[in-house]
C-alpha cells in the first residue's frame, strides 16, 4: 500500500510541475529555419503565439505575445530569414539585470559556456549562427530589458547595408549632448488593467548597433 501511495505522489507531482506555471523556467525562444521567406516567418511566429504585428515585405516581421512579455523581429534580406530577435522587455516580475542573467543563463544551458562575457553581454559562436544575449537599458522612450539575438549567414552584411543606407538617406541630427544607442526593439510591457491598441504597438525598425566588444576570433 505504502509503495502505490508513493507511487501516487511521484505521478501527482510530476503531473503539477508539467502544468505548474513556468515564468521562471520558460523555454529559451528558439530560431528558425535561415532561408525561410517572410510568410513562413510570419506563418511559424503565430504558431509559437507570438502575434504578427507589422511585416515590412522582403525586409522584416514584428510580432509579440498578447501580454508583450515577448517581442520579436525578423530580419529578412530580399525576402530570406538572416537573423531572429527577441525581446523581454521589464515587468513587475523582474527587472533587465533579471531578465539578462535569466536569458544568459538559458542560453548557456542549450549551448554551453560563452565565447565571451562581458557586462551586459554575452556572445555564442555556433557553426550556422552567431547568438547575442544582451542587457538593454532605458534609452529614450525605449523599455529596458533583455535581447537575444540569433544571427544567421548574411545578417552582419544586411544591417550594415541598412546602416549605410540610412545614413546617406537622413542628415546626422545636432548633438544634445545625451548618448543614445539605437534599439531593435523596445515595446514596455503594459499596466495589467491596460489594454492596448494594435495601432499602438509597432515596434521600431531594426538598426546596427555600436562596434561589439565580443568579435569573433578568425
Not at 530580419?75 to 523582474?94: R, T
Amino acid at each position: 500500500m505504502t509503495k502505490h501511495l508513493l507511487r501516487f505522489a511521484v505521478a501527482g507531482a510530476a503531473l503539477f510541475a508539467l502544468h505548474a506555471p513556468a515564468r521562471a523556467q520558460d523555454p529559451l525562444p528558439a530560431p528558425l529555419p535561415w532561408g525561410i521567406n517572410g510568410a513562413q516567418v510570419a506563418a511559424a511566429l503565430e504558431a509559437k503565439e507570438i502575434r504578427v504585428i507589422t511585416i515590412r515585405a522582403g525586409r522584416d516581421v514584428h510580432a509579440a505575445s498578447a501580454n508583450r512579455h515577448l517581442q520579436a523581429i525578423a530580419i529578412l534580406k530580399s525576402d530570406s530569414l538572416v537573423g531572429l530577435v527577441y525581446f523581454h522587455p521589464e515587468n513587475a516580475s523582474l527587472n533587465a539585470a533579471d531578465l539578462f542573467t535569466q536569458a544568459s543563463a538559458r542560453t548557456e544551458q542549450t549551448h554551453g559556456p560563452p565565447f565571451c562575457r562581458r557586462s551586459g553581454l554575452a556572445v555564442w559562436t555556433l557553426d550556422s549562427m552567431r547568438i547575442e544575449v544582451r542587457l538593454r537599458r532605458s534609452v529614450g522612450d525605449g523599455a529596458p530589458g533583455a535581447e537575444i539575438r540569433y544571427m544567421g549567414p548574411g545578417y552582419a552584411d544586411e544591417m550594415s547595408r541598412r546602416t549605410s543606407t540610412a545614413r546617406r538617406a537622413r542628415p546626422r541630427p545636432p548633438s544634445t549632448g545625451r548618448t543614445s544607442g539605437p534599439r531593435l526593439l523596445g515595446s514596455p510591457v503594459p499596466p495589467p488593467a491596460a489594454a492596448e491598441p494594435d495601432s499602438a504597438v509597432s515596434p521600431p525598425a531594426p538598426a546596427a548597433e555600436a562596434a561589439d566588444v565580443c568579435t569573433a576570433s578568425a
